[in-house]
């Protein structure tokens, strides 16, 4: 079975930071650019970033851009999310994204196009 598995969430203060980790399972990330969406309650799920692996492009939401970056390991078949000065706004479900399809509007749209796998989220909470 196809997959993804995301880790690193956790509490945070305001202003502090979080690294989260995606990894494939059952596939490699080669065909895909791997986004970052996230889901707060009451919400829409959002795209936050995507990140191209062949060439380290990609998008960021502009509630992010200057805090977040996106980075791959391609040898440990990894990609994360650094996240930096973290705002209570930014609490949420983080999930990581095959996608298929690379645009600026399926990397920061809601997630229901373009995307073939899921990871099952992980709970970032920013809170003092």
């Known amino acids: 079975e196809r997959q993804l598995v995301e880790s690193g969430g956790g509490l945070v203060q305001p202003g502090g930071s979080l690294r989260l980790s995606c990894v494939p399972s059952?596939?490699?990330?080669?065909?895909?650019?791997i986004g970052w969406f996230r889901q707060a309650p009451g919400k829409e799920r959002e795209g936050v970033s995507c990140?191209?692996?062949?060439?380290?492009?990609?998008y960021y939401a502009d509630s992010t851009k200057g805090r977040f970056v996106a980075s791959s390991d391609n040898a440990r078949n990894t990609v994360y999310l650094q996240m930096n000065s973290l705002k209570p706004e930014d609490t949420a479900v983080y999930y990581c994204?095959?996608?298929?399809?690379?645009?600026?509007?399926?990397?920061?749209?809601?997630?229901?196009?373009?995307?073939?796998?899921w990871g099952a989220g992980t709970l970032v909470t920013v809170s003092s």
């Open positions: 994204a095959a996608i298929n399809y690379y645009t600026e509007s399926v990397c920061l749209g809601n997630g229901d196009n373009g995307v073939d796998y």
């Open positions: 059952g596939f490699t990330f080669d065909d895909y650019v």
């Open positions: 990140i191209n692996l062949s060439d380290g492009s990609g």
